[in-house]
């Protein structure tokens, strides 16, 4: 068992950055993978980003050179750095790992306003 807690969100003008939190607790050895995947009112989730351990990381196109994803392993933390943030950024983001099985945390309201 996996359990993931996100924190970090908030409202913020576009063109801001915020930094979204994931602590990972349980059995976080079993972990293969860890992103983030949000989910705007109306729509379905989509992925942010992904990386697989010793694998690639896979940026969602819309984020790709403002949005950075960090690891720290020895903390059982994951990160997501946000900057020149878009109304169209305002979603639940959601922390997902790969352990055998995907878990998922709760999320954290993003609102950007324009």
């Known amino acids: 068992q996996v359990q993931l807690v996100e924190s970090g969100g908030g409202v913020v003008q576009a063109g801001g950055s915020l930094r979204l939190s994931c602590v990972v607790s349980?059995?976080?050895?079993?972990?293969?993978?860890m992103g983030w995947y949000r989910q705007a009112p109306g729509k379905e989730r989509e992925l942010v980003v992904f990386?697989?351990?010793?694998?690639?990381?896979k940026y969602a196109d819309s984020v790709k050179g403002r949005f950075t994803i960090s690891r720290d392993t020895a903390k059982n933390t994951l990160e997501l750095q946000m900057n020149s943030l878009k109304p169209e950024d305002t979603a639940v983001y959601f922390c997902?790992?790969?352990?055998?099985?995907?878990?998922w945390g709760r999320g954290t309201q993003v609102t950007v306003s324009s």
């Open positions: 997902v790992a790969h352990a055998i099985q995907f878990y």
């Open positions: 349980g059995d976080a050895s079993l972990i293969s993978g």
């Open positions: 990386g697989i351990d010793y694998g690639g990381t």
